[in-house]
Every structure is written in C-alpha cells, then in structure tokens.
Nanobody, 120 residues
Framework: QVKVVESGGGTVQPGGSLRLSCVAS????????MGWYRQAPGMQREWVAV???????NYGVSVKGRLTISRDNARNTGYLQMNSLNPGDTDVYYC??????????????WGQGTQVAVSS
C-alpha cells in the first residue's frame, strides 16, 4: 500500500524559513509528480507547487520566488523550502503524489498534512 507522509511543519516568525518533507513509501513503480497544496480553515485547498519526474517545476503566483520545490528521487522524497514567510502563509500544507504502483496505473495520494504557523 502506498503512503505519503509530510513532516517539517512548525511555528516560525515572519521572515523566517521552514523546510517541509514528503516521503512516499510502499510498493511503487514510479512517482510521476510530487506537489504541495495548502489549506486554511474554512477555505478551499490551494495549489502551491509541483515537481515532475523530469525535473520541471511550477509554482502558484502567491508563492513564486519565496518557495522552492525539489525532489530526491533516490529517496522517494520531495521537499518544499519556504523562505520569507509571512502570516498569510499560515496553513496546513499537504503533499500530493501521483504514483504508479504497477507501472501503468497512476493514482493520486494525499498526505495527512503538516501545520505551518507564521506569527510574531
């Protein structure tokens, strides 16, 4: 069974940095893409960034230039480096992996989320 687990959330002051990690485990043939979303209470989940298997990355407008997504394919791990954080970045951050378990069928998997709080 494939599982995606985030870590690295916490509380940081405005202007600070955090690095989130996302580890995929289980029986996998390939990880097509790993992405990050975020969600505040009562709000829709917002797409943040995505990294494809080929190394292409893309970012949401609100985070471009401050957040950097990366992958370590050997470790089935994705990262989200977050710099210059502001209170508007306070959310639960979710990892989303598009993973092929058997080489043909791709399925999207959500992690359980990790809380990021930016506060002075």
């Amino acid at each position: 069974q494939v599982k995606v687990v985030e870590s690295g959330g916490g509380t940081v002051q405005p202007g600070g940095s955090l690095r989130l990690s996302c580890v995929a485990s289980g029986s996998m043939f390939s990880i097509n893409s790993m992405g990050w979303y975020r969600q505040a209470p009562g709000m829709q989940r917002e797409w943040v960034a995505v990294a494809s298997n080929g190394g292409r990355t893309n970012y949401g407008v609100s985070v471009k230039g401050r957040l950097t997504i990366s992958r370590d394919n050997a470790r089935n791990t994705g990262y989200l480096q977050m710099n210059s954080l502001n209170p508007g970045d306070t959310d639960v951050y979710y990892c989303y992996g598009v993973i092929a378990g058997d080489g043909t069928t791709e399925v999207g998997y959500w992690g359980q989320g990790t809380q990021v709080a930016v506060s002075s």
